[in-house]
Structure formats: structure tokens, C-alpha cells
């Protein structure tokens, strides 16, 4: 009997001693991800930013399609045809035809060459353009990628609170349940009365219930976060314990800095100074119109029968052209003076929209730098509230262990302590986020 009870208690050690090796092991197989690292995988697989890509891909794919219109036409050609006879009335549609010999079938093959050396330079410009629209689209794909990391980053921070929060709660829950348990004793001993019981039940029952409130919200902010990285949204991760939310802002640049740095730097500024360069290049593209074209041209064809020229003849001949060609439009007098008012105001109204961004990004940046101040006030506000709730705290618990003041007094401290330490984790994640959205208006996060 005695060898059955020490193979039992051998088994269930061992049992133990696996068990926790595999709870172990799937902790372990779940990644830990900062910010730094969540932020490498959307810019990776995001799928907002891989379209955002694939269009300034198509972007420089259409430079190329421009370029290969400076190149030269040039055409071979051959044709086979079946010649009716040859009839010619030297007296009137309605007098006898003379029927001139010619063979009852034809052939020809040749080459057409063409090389434009002046047009306004709308081709060469016409390059230029796809090329500034290359430059927009990589514009594009930035601030894409600014939105994305500033999403991210409030995903991130999300997380980061809710699990916090969760650990606030919990910790609480566990302080209540032995207070309760206190309590509990007290009242069997006719120290307190059962109402205290009561009371502290119901903040338990109510603390649990905010525990699987947040749960909740921690589920769905990882699968947002999955989603944002270009992953499957029920890809299991955690995120670092680190305290990178703290944001350092000894040494930080003045707001005349940062304000310098967003009108060299800032996506949303590249894009509408963009624009106004496309309206000039589109505006003289107009322009071109009025000016003549002059092209190189070059044909040979070699023909049977011969009966281009007088007098025919059922021989093979060859005959060809090369020459300098120059067009001008007339009408392009009067056709494009009001395409060419119309792009000038195009032009006049990028130029607005330039100064409008400008001013716009003058308030953003001034409210993102206020807002980091304003979050750094309320960082150091709230640990010193916490000092003062924690000590609050531990003097009513006191007083009320002596019958000196009410349980719901200690319980108002201890909500006050909990709400002091959720304001104090809201206060780093705003401060964390306020910096970031500076970076992001500023085009350098």
C-alpha cells in the first residue's frame, strides 16, 4: 500500500512538472512585439500601404510609356491585291473606254519612318509631368504610411491601457476579496454590521464585471492591431511590458523647429506643392499647342504593277520620300484661349491650396505641440494624485479597522486610488500619442 501511495504522489509531481513545462512552452510560442516591431510589420504587409505601393509602382510604369514616345515610328508594311481592269475615258464617263493592260493582280512592301523633332516640347514635358506624378504618388505612399504607423501607434496604446487596466482591477479584486473576507469575520464578531458585508460584495461583483468588460476590449483592439500588421485576425501576440510609452521630452525641439521641420518634411505640404507644379507643367503643355510641329519623315515602298505614274507598266518599281515636315494649327489661334485661361486658374487655385495647407499645418502642429505639453502637466498631476490617494487610502483603512469612520468612505478612497491609477496610465498613453502625432504632422515619424 505503502508503494502505491509513492508511485501516486511521483505521477501527480510529474504530471505538475510537465504541465507547467507546456504552459511554458505556449507562452513562449506567442511573440512579445513592441511598438518599434508591430510598426516594421505593417510597413511590410499592411495591405492599404502594398496598394498605395503597387500605384507608385504603375506610376513609374507610365514614365516609362512616356519615354518610349520620344522613340521614332517606324512601320514595315506589304499588301496583295486583285487589280480590276484598267479602264480609261478620255471622252466622258459615257464614251468607249480604252482598256490600258495591267496585270490581274498586285503586290507592294516598304517602310514608313517618323521622327518628331519639335512639338513645343510637349513630349519631353509630357515626361516631366509622369515624372512629378511619380514624386506625388511617392508623397501619397508616405502619408499613407504616416496614417498607418499613427493607427497603429493608437492601437498600440489602446492595449497597452486596457491591460493596465486589467491589472489594476485585478489587483484590486484580489485586495477586496481578503478585505471582504476581513470584514466578513469582523461581522460574525458584531464589530460591523452586514450591510459592510454587503457593500463590499457588490463593489467586488462590480470590479469582475469590469474585468470582462476589458477583456472584451483587449480581444478586439489585438485583432485590430492583426489587421493593421496584414495579418489573420486571430494571429495570437502580446506586446512588450517595457516602459517605451514614456515619452522623453528633455531636448525636444521648440515649436518654431518643429514648425520648420513639417514645411520641409510634411507629406500633406510635398503633396499640394506638388500639384502646383503639375498645374505650370499641364498650363505650358496647353501653351505648346500654339507653336508649330516639325518632324522627319522617311517612306520606300517597292510596288507591282506601276501604275502610279503615267505610263504604266507591269514591272516591279520602287519609289520613296525623305524629307523635313512642318504643321501649324490655325485654329489653335482661337481654339485654346480659353484651355489656356482654364489651366492658368487651375494654376492660381494650387496655389491657394498650397498657402491654405500651409496655415493648416501652422494650427495642427501648434495644437500637437500644446497637446504634448498639456499631456506632460497631466502625467506629473497624476502621480502625484496617486501619492495622495494611496495615502488617503491606507489612513481611512485604518480609521475604519478602529470603528473610526464608515466603510464607504474607505470604499470612495479606493475607487478614487483605482480611477488616480487609470488617469495616470490615460495621462502616458496621451502623452506617448501626442508625440507621435507631432512626428506624424511633421512627416518624420
Not at 472584451?216 to 506586446?239: A, C, H, W, Y
Request: with cysteine.
Amino acid at each position: 500500500m505503502q508503494q502505491y501511495k509513492i508511485i501516486a504522489v511521483f505521477s501527480t509531481a510529474a504530471f505538475l512538472f510537465f504541465s507547467q513545462q507546456m504552459n511554458a512552452q505556449i507562452s513562449d510560442s506567442i511573440p512579445l512585439l513592441t511598438l518599434k516591431e508591430i510598426w516594421d510589420i505593417s510597413e511590410l504587409h499592411n495591405r492599404q500601404l502594398k496598394l498605395s505601393e503597387l500605384n507608385h509602382r504603375e506610376s513609374q510604369l507610365i514614365v516609362d510609356e512616356a519615354k518610349d514616345k520620344l522613340l521614332p515610328e517606324l512601320s514595315v508594311g506589304g499588301d496583295f491585291k486583285l487589280n480590276s481592269k484598267f479602264l480609261l475615258y478620255h471622252n466622258g464617263l459615257f464614251s468607249s473606254p480604252q482598256d490600258v493592260p495591267v496585270s490581274s493582280y498586285g503586290y507592294g512592301v516598304g517602310y514608313s519612318f517618323n521622327l518628331n523633332l519639335y512639338r513645343g516640347g510637349k513630349e519631353k514635358r509630357n515626361v516631366k509631368i509622369k515624372q512629378e506624378e511619380v514624386v506625388l504618388k511617392q508623397y501619397e505612399f508616405d502619408l499613407q504610411k504616416n496614417n498607418i504607423k499613427y493607427n497603429t501607434a493608437v492601437a498600440y496604446c489602446d492595449l497597452y491601457k486596457f491591460l493596465q487596466f486589467r491589472e489594476f482591477i485585478s489587483a484590486e479584486i484580489s485586495t477586496e476579496k481578503k478585505q471582504l473576507a476581513l470584514i466578513e469575520s469582523l461581522n460574525k464578531n458584531g464589530v460591523v454590521m452586514k450591510s459592510d458585508v454587503l457593500r463590499t460584495s457588490v463593489k467586488l461583483s462590480q470590479l469582475e464585471l469590469n474585468v470582462s468588460d476589458i477583456e472584451k476590449k483587449i480581444e478586439i483592439t489585438k485583432q485590430r492591431l492583426n489587421i493593421l500588421m496584414g495579418r489573420d485576425s486571430e494571429v495570437p501576440f502580446d506586446i512588450s511590458d517595457q516602459n517605451d510609452l514614456i515619452s522623453e521630452t528633455a531636448g525636444e525641439p521648440r515649436y518654431a523647429d518643429y514648425l520648420d521641420i513639417a514645411l520641409n518634411n510634411s507629406p500633406q505640404y510635398r503633396i499640394a506643392y506638388t500639384n502646383v507644379k503639375l498645374s505650370d507643367l499641364n498650363s505650358k503643355q496647353i501653351k505648346s499647342d500654339l507653336l508649330p510641329r516639325v518632324s522627319l519623315y522617311s517612306n520606300y515602298n517597292y510596288t507591282f504593277p506601276q501604275i502610279s505614274f503615267y505610263p504604266y507598266s507591269n514591272d516591279l518599281w520602287g519609289f520613296g520620300q525623305t524629307g523635313i515636315k512642318v504643321q501649324f494649327s490655325i485654329e489653335n489661334l482661337y481654339k485654346s484661349k480659353h484651355s489656356i485661361a482654364h489651366a492658368r486658374n487651375l494654376l492660381d487655385q494650387q496655389k491657394e491650396k498650397v498657402l491654405i495647407k500651409k496655415e493648416e499645418i501652422t494650427v495642427q502642429v501648434k495644437e500637437a505641440y500644446l497637446q504634448q505639453r498639456q499631456a506632460l502637466e497631466s502625467v506629473e498631476m497624476a502621480e502625484k494624485n496617486i501619492i495622495k490617494s494611496s495615502e488617503t487610502v491606507r489612513v481611512i483603512r485604518n480609521s475604519y479597522l478602529n470603528q473610526e469612520s464608515l466603510l464607504t468612505d474607505l470604499l470612495d478612497a479606493e475607487n478614487q486610488l483605482l480611477e488616480a491609477k487609470f488617469n495616470l496610465t490615460t495621462a502616458k498613453v496621451n502623452l506617448k500619442l501626442s508625440h507621435i502625432r507631432l512626428l506624424a504632422i511633421t512627416g518624420i515619424l
